[in-house]
């Protein structure tokens, strides 16, 4: 099992940034998918940012692809996510998660694949 937790939400005005943490710990070496996703009130959650073991690149959903930017701190067991030029839509509750399988090679920006989640940390953008 991998143990995740999010930090670093809050409230922000539209425009404004805010980074948010993931860090993983236990049977960390097993997992070959890590994704962010977000939850709105009343909407299913949707994946943000899907990374790949040993990939240089991770997939942008087309709602954040330019603003949102994915790091990671291999020795911290760290993942950051860097959320410039907030809008009101970005509100919800942010997850980090992780897979040890894949689907035929790839890692889906589906929430029902992913085994361990992070309890989330709320981004709340409004004016």
């Known amino acids: 099992q991998v143990q995740l937790e999010e930090s670093g939400g809050g409230s922000v005005q539209p425009g404004g940034s805010l980074r948010v943490s993931c860090v993983a710990s236990?049977?960390?070496?097993?997992?070959?998918?890590m994704g962010w996703f977000r939850q709105a009130p009343g909407k299913e959650r949707e994946g943000i940012v899907i990374?790949?073991?040993?990939?240089?690149?991770?997939w942008y959903a087309d709602s954040v692809k330019g603003r949102f930017t994915l790091s990671h701190d291999a020795v911290k067991n760290t993942a950051y996510l860097q959320m410039n030029n907030l809008k009101p839509e970005d509100t919800g509750v942010y997850y980090c998660?992780?897979?040890?399988?894949?689907?035929?090679?790839?890692?889906?920006?589906?929430?029902?694949?992913?085994?361990?989640w992070g309890q989330g940390t709320q981004v709340t953008v409004s004016a």
């Open positions: 990374l790949r073991t040993g990939d240089t690149q991770p």
């Open positions: 998660a992780a897979e040890k399988r894949t689907y035929f090679a790839s890692c889906p920006a589906l929430a029902n694949w992913y085994s361990d």
């Open positions: 236990g049977d960390t070496s097993s997992s070959r998918c």
